[in-house]
């Protein structure tokens, strides 16, 4: 079985960057980030496949974030950049045997979450 444990949120102002990280031990599998706002659904934000040959970006971050792994290190990161306050959010760690896609159902486990806050 696969366990995700996810750190590195917190808030930081608009412009800034934040990396998340998550621990993803057990099988490699196609890894992504979803995040939820408060009153709105899950989204998906990136998703990585089992060896990082391909990604895949929600229009909204494209060009800002970048999702990467580190295998030997059973690690997925999120890196975030110019972030705005509409990337304020639950970040979670996810992963799923499929092909990489950023559809919150055909994901089985989840992290516990990481908050992410950005102010004007």
């Known amino acids: 079985q696969v366990q995700l444990v996810e750190s590195g949120g917190g808030s930081v102002q608009a412009g800034g960057s934040l990396r998340l990280s998550c621990v993803a031990s057990g099988y490699t599998y196609t890894m992504a980030w979803f995040r939820q706002a408060p009153g709105k659904e899950r989204e998906g934000v990136a998703a990585i496949s089992p060896y990082g040959d391909s990604t895949v970006y929600a229009d909204s971050v494209k060009g800002r974030f970048t999702i990467s792994r580190d295998n030997a290190e059973s690690m997925v990161f999120l890196d975030m950049n110019s972030l705005t306050p509409e990337d304020t959010g639950m970040y979670y760690c996810?992963?799923?045997?499929?092909?990489?896609?950023?559809?919150?159902?055909?994901?089985?486990?989840w992290g516990q979450g990481a908050q992410v806050t950005v102010s004007s």
């Open positions: 996810a992963a799923r045997l499929g092909k990489l896609n950023l559809s919150t159902t055909d994901y089985r486990r």
